[in-house]
Every structure is written in C-alpha cells, then in structure tokens.
C-alpha cells in the first residue's frame, strides 16, 4: 500500500524537481555528452555522443540533432546514472531503447532525487520488475511528472474505484495514462458512479476499470450514451456482460456497429439473431469483418458448423483460425474416422475449451490408439 510507502518515506510528500518545472526546451544541449547501452548491464561513467543517442538510444538523426542542439547536460555522468537506475529496476537494452526514443528527457532528470521516489512509489503498490518497464513505456509521462501532484492523486482516484491494489495495477497495465488531464480523472469518477446507481456489483467495476480504463476514464458523455444503448439491448446490470458491452459500444463507432449486422446478414443472422448473440457474447462484434468472413467461412463451408450453431455460442468465433480451428478440427476428423468419438459432436464446444484440456480430452487420452494424433495437431498448428 502506498500509505506505507509515504509513513517510510515522509519527505518525498515535498520533493519537488525544479528541473521539471523549467521549460527543457529552452536549455541547449553540448554533444559532448552520451553512452547508453552495455549488455552487461553495467554502464560506466563516460560521454554521451550524438552517434549514441543514434546507434544505442534508437532516435533518429534528426531528432538526435534537435536534441542535441536544444538540451544542455551540466553533469555528464547524469544521464548514465538514469541509464543505471532503470537498468537495475528491470529494463532489458531494447526497452531501455525503446523508453529513451519516446521520452529522450528523462536522461536529463536526476536518478536519485526525481526518478527514484516515482519507482519506489509504483513498486509500493505492487509493481513488480517484470511489470514496472512495460507500464512506463506505454505511459512515458510518469518519470516526468510530480510525484506528489501527479502521481499519487491519480493513484487515489484510481484505488477508490476498484478493489485493491493488484487491481490499480493491472488498470496502469492496461491503460495509456494521461495524468495532467484533469478532466479524464473527473469523467471517470461520474462515469463509476453512474454504475453504481444502476446497481453494478463492485466485481464488475473493477472488471472495467482493472481491463478496460480507457473505457472508464473516457469523456462523460460517451460514457452515458454507451450505458443507455447497453441498457436498450437489454442486458442485465448486475452482471459482468453489461460491463463487457459497455466497452463494445464506447469503442465501436455507428458504422462499423451497423457493418457488422451486414456482414452476418450473408450467412442467415437476422438483426435479432446478432442482438441475441451479442447478449451472449458482447466482445464477438469486435472481431474485425476479415476475421469474420475467415471464421464464418471455415466453420460453415469447410466443417459444415449451421450458422444457428455458431449464433448460439458466438465467442468461439474470437479464437484463431490457424492456431485453433485448424487443428483441432484435424484432430475431431481423424478421431470420428476411427469411431473413437460420437459423429455428431460439435465442433463449437471443441472450439471453445482451453488448449490444455482440448489436449487431456482428445489428444492424450486417445494418444495410445491413435499415435499420429499429436503430429497431425502440431503439424496444423505449424500451417
């Protein structure tokens, strides 16, 4: 828990970075400077080149130019103690390349004083190692802005609209933060608390915001007209679905919703065959229209699966073609050609089991019988 976190460490309440109160851009930048990368993981004091920022950090000329033209380093080794601090906190080279080239300035910050407390704060709440490189790459923005005025409010906000921690850090796993929005953290605490007067269980809002806080942090008025369309179709409050459509429908604009009805139209659904569908399985009309007309293809032409089967169990149709149709479908013909299983077993409910148990339930248990089960499944699964 972050409180622990502040009762250890009480003066990072006041730390502030003058640094990143200045306008960097204003500052000029000597080319003397650079090293980065050392795949030993241990980076030495030295010079930070323009053919650095090039070769090691992954900028291009240009923009390695304009840096170098625009930011000055008054301590040459600063950029290489940053360099070592994420490097100690679980960055590989190429994320550590991959991290510099979206947010070039944080070479500028200090390691100890302004980066330390932001990672500190984040591992106590529950960011592991493994976690803490890919949440700062897809949010570059929090190494660069206050921990006391940014950081931990945001984290407030987020807490009180979930469970528990573990919960906080799968939304900053899941999401693309912009913490100076003001408005963003405001919209979502209207856009909770309008569920919960619909009565959704706490369980499913921390299933919306933990998964999908792009959704919950979205603009107010998008978020009451997804709810309204979601409560039109019917759907239940009370149950994890609603929240499932509620995604659908704040990411899917009108005309790809309505492209969706036509393409299903060309295998039989009716409008209420895919309303009725989508209340089974909201995520289905995500599905891009390739994968669709791939899919509905496979199933219908080549298996021989009716579309009134697939409208009834319409969440098989989110699984891979290559990876899982095929081969399973490899291993269900060869099988029922042997008598080993009932002819008219159902493909969709082999479709929608785990791979481990499609695995237990017809390839090991029958291995013995019939020992090409195994080559034809992985041989499909390599096609």
């Known amino acids: 828990m972050y409180q622990f976190f502040i009762a250890r460490f009480p003066h990072y309440r006041t730390l502030h970075s003058n640094f990143l109160c200045r306008n960097a851009f204003s500052l ?19 010079n930070f080149t323009l053919s650095t920022l090039v070769n090691s950090c992954g900028l291009s000329p240009e923009t390695a130019l304009k840096l170098s033209k625009r930011l000055q380093i008054k301590n040459p080794n600063g950029p290489n103690a ?27 910050s200090d390691a100890e004083k302004t980066l330390l407390p932001k990672i500190q704060f984040l ?4 960011v592991s190692t493994t976690d803490l490189p890919k949440i700062l790459i897809g949010n570059t923005s929090f190494l660069s802005k206050s921990l006391d005025k940014h950081l931990i409010p945001r984290y407030e906000v987020i807490r009180s609209l979930v469970c528990n921690d573990k919960e906080v850090v799968s939304a900053l796993k899941h999401g693309s933060w912009n913490l100076h929005c003001g408005w963003a953290v405001n919209d979502a605490v209207l856009n909770i608390e309008v569920l919960r007067n619909l009565g959704v269980p706490q369980g499913c809002i921390s299933l919306l915001v933990s998964n999908f806080p792009g959704i919950a942090f979205t603009k107010h008025s998008i978020f009451v007209e997804a709810v309204n369309s979601v409560k039109e179709i019917g759907f239940d409050p009370s149950k994890s679905n609603f929240v499932l459509a509620l995604q659908v429908f704040a990411k899917m604009n009108k005309d790809i919703w309505e492209s969706r009805f036509k393409i299903f139209n060309k295998w039989g659904w009716s409008r209420d065959i895919c309303l009725s569908a989508f209340l089974k399985h909201p995520q289905y009309m995500m599905i891009s229209e390739k994968k669709i007309i791939k899919a509905m293809n496979f199933l219908v032409n080549d298996v021989g699966v009716s579309p009134e089967e697939i409208a009834k169990r319409p969440g098989i149709l ?8 095929i081969p399973r479908w490899a291993v269900v013909k060869i099988l029922k050609s042997r008598g080993l299983i009932k002819s008219d077993l159902r493909i969709s409910s082999v479709i929608s089991i785990s791979e481990k148990k499609f695995l237990e339930r017809y390839v090991t248990r029958f291995q013995k019988d019939v020992p090409v089960l195994l080559d034809a499944y992985n041989g499909h699964m390599s096609d």
């Open 82 to 108: 940053v360099v070592q601090l994420l490097t100690n906190h679980g960055f590989s080279d190429s994320q550590l390349r991959s991290y510099i080239k979206k947010h070039p300035l944080v070479l500028l």
């Open 28 to 46: 000029f930048f000597d080319s003397r400077s650079f090293s980065v990368s050392n795949t030993n993981h241990h980076h030495q004091p030295g």
């Open 318 to 325: 989110n699984r891979n073609l290559e990876k899982t149709f």
């Open 123 to 126: 591992q106590s709440i529950g």
